[in-house]
Every structure is written in structure tokens, then in C-alpha cells.
């Protein structure tokens, strides 16, 4: 009994094994796809010109439709003020706008501490 135990566990794993091997490893030209890069640009208020931040850490993704068209673009960042970009009070700056048929939304802050983030996002109107 303990070797028909042992065979059906050992069928069991190599079944699964192979299962997972046989997962497909490319997506639909259509799935969205997301990339990660190092650095960005901040400010701490809408007077401050945009400075460099070579550690900041940000992330984009991208959605096309199976005709490759794009219908949706999302970025986001975390950073950090840099020299000269000091402020006293928390930043916040909205935007909704339009660069051609894409309706867009900007979120970007700043604290007394230095964090900066923002968030773009564009998505193909209706």
C-alpha cells in the first residue's frame, strides 16, 4: 500500500509539473504590459521648475486593443525633492485634460519631507 501511495503522489507532482511547464509564457499582443524604470522628475510646488531625480522609482504600464491601437497608459512615481525644492506645506496639483483622443488625469504631490509621487493616466475616449 505505501508503494501505490508513494507512485500516485509521484504521478500527482509530475502531472502538476508539467502542467505548469506547459503554462504558455507569452501574453496577447493586447494585454497590458508594465515597465519599470529609475528616474524622474519632481517639484514641491507649481512655481519650481522640474528638477532630476535620478533614484526615484517609477512604473508604467500599457494596454493596446488586439489592432495594437493604444486605449490605455498609466504612470506612476515615487521620488524625492531634490536641493533647492524645499517646501513647508503638503503639494497637491489635479489636472484632467485631453492630448488628442486620450482623456487624461494628473495627480502630483509633495511633502514637508521630501516624498514627491505622481500618477498620470490616459485612456482612450469614448
Do not use: W
Not at 21 to 32: G, L, Q, R, T
Request: with cysteine; glycine share 8%; aromatic share 6%.
Amino acid at each position: 500500500m505505501r508503494t501505490l501511495t508513494l507512485l500516485a503522489t509521484g504521478s500527482l507532482v509530475a502531472a502538476i509539473a508539467s502542467s505548469v511547464s506547459a503554462a504558455p509564457d507569452n501574453k496577447p499582443i493586447h494585454a497590458a504590459t508594465q515597465t519599470q524604470v529609475t528616474g524622474c522628475i519632481v517639484r514641491g510646488t507649481l512655481d519650481q521648475p522640474f528638477q532630476a531625480d535620478p533614484e526615484c522609482e517609477a512604473t508604467y504600464v500599457v494596454k493596446r486593443n488586439k489592432d495594437g491601437r493604444l486605449i490605455y497608459q498609466a504612470y506612476r512615481d515615487k521620488g524625492t525633492l531634490q536641493p533647492g525644492q524645499e517646501i513647508d506645506t503638503a503639494f497637491v496639483n489635479r489636472e484632467e485634460f485631453m492630448i488628442g483622443d486620450y482623456e487624461c488625469k494628473l495627480v502630483e504631490t509633495a511633502q514637508p519631507s521630501g516624498k514627491t509621487s505622481s500618477f498620470r493616466h490616459c485612456r482612450l475616449g469614448e
